[in-house]
């Protein structure tokens, strides 16, 4: 027990030191993309800097809920608080989508209206600072949130590798503004600038999208991966000896926290000492192969006459030749 409560306080720590550098990261880098934005008048610049603004509130978010979730089940939330990192994901894509939507406005708005742009170069200059920063922390967020299932810390994992790929394409539009302005001069390359915000805010939608579905996917209480129930039915069968057979196997996620309850059918004259040791056996094991589990299971007299509902999970040997 001491164990595990070691190993979940140094899980704990990891994952708020992991925000705690996303959310200084992200501040910094808005701060430097909208003094260079507004400087040379980039509305691409600027865009990113409304990106990193967005990461930058995504990654509080995450700090909070990390924190949050980690919380042990209370009277008022026996089920722990897992699910306030599902609630962080979703809030966190609808500002994506809020941030997308004001970029393609500014965006159009310098089609519309165009303006040369100053010292290019600059924000070129920004720009790889904002891959570099954003590859070494994405990648940091990435391993934690992987090695501790945090959905928080993968979302916001995301958004950073998001950022780094309209990082380098508004660097890459900016670039080629800067050579065009000395190997084409009176070549009007401007509007490179506010197609590359557009680009972003694809990217950004794209990233909203996907991150909606995910968070809202435990939301609903959706069944964990196939691969673990198959993991949990191993876990069952294993025990044919002594288990005659289960049914009614009922699984769902809340943040990394996960619950699982089935009912198993055992020789009615077993004890209430044997059948909870058996209980515990499968918990274990369960627990074992699958982390921050809580399990229930309901025990039930085998009678030999299956019905319809627990004719799948039957454990009972037959005749050859018999049908279940």
């Known amino acids: 027990m001491g164990t595990d409560r070691s190993s979940f306080a140094e899980a704990k720590q990891r994952k708020q030191r992991a925000a705690l550098i996303s959310v200084a990261s992200n501040a910094s880098l808005v701060t430097a993309k909208l003094g260079i934005g507004f400087l040379i008048g980039s509305v691409s610049v600027i865009s990113e800097a409304i990106h990193s603004a967005v990461d930058l509130v995504a990654a509080a978010i995450a700090l909070y809920s990390v924190r949050t ?31 997308a939507g004001w970029i393609v406005y500014e965006a159009v708005q310098k089609l519309i209206h165009p303006e040369p ?34 959905v928080a810390l993968l979302a916001d994992a995301w958004h950073l590798r998001t950022d780094v790929y309209t990082s380098a394409g508004v660097m890459a539009g900016l670039g080629i503004i800067w050579l065009g302005h000395g190997a084409l001069p009176g070549t009007d390359l401007h509007w490179i600038d506010p197609v590359c915000a557009i680009g972003v805010a694809a990217l950004i939608v794209k990233a909203a999208y996907d991150l909606t579905r995910q968070a809202a996917r435990d939301l609903l209480d959706a069944s964990l991966p196939v691969q673990e129930e198959q993991w949990i039915r191993q876990s069952v069968e294993a025990e044919r000896a ?57 025990v039930e007299p085998c009678t030999l006459e299956c019905s319809k509902k627990c004719l799948q999970g039957c454990l009972v040997p037959r005749p050859e030749g018999e049908q279940r």
């Open 69 to 99: 979730s980690s919380l042990p089940a209370d009277r008022g939330h026996p089920f722990g608080h897992g699910k306030i990192e599902n609630v962080s994901g979703t809030i966190e894509a609808l500002l994506i989508f809020a941030a």
């Open 117 to 150: 742009l100053d010292a290019p170069l600059l924000g070129v200059a920004v720009m790889l600072v904002s891959v570099v920063v954003n590859v070494t922390v994405s990648r940091l967020l990435f391993t934690v949130g992987r090695e501790t299932d945090s």
């Open 242 to 298: 002594v288990v005659n057979g289960y049914h009614a196997l009922r699984t769902r996620k809340a943040g990394h926290f996960r619950f699982v309850e089935f009912h198993i059918q055992v020789d009615p004259l077993m004890s209430v000492a044997d059948s909870h040791a058996l209980t515990q056996k499968l918990s274990k094991a369960i627990q074992a192969r699958i982390p921050n589990t809580s399990v229930t299971i309901h």
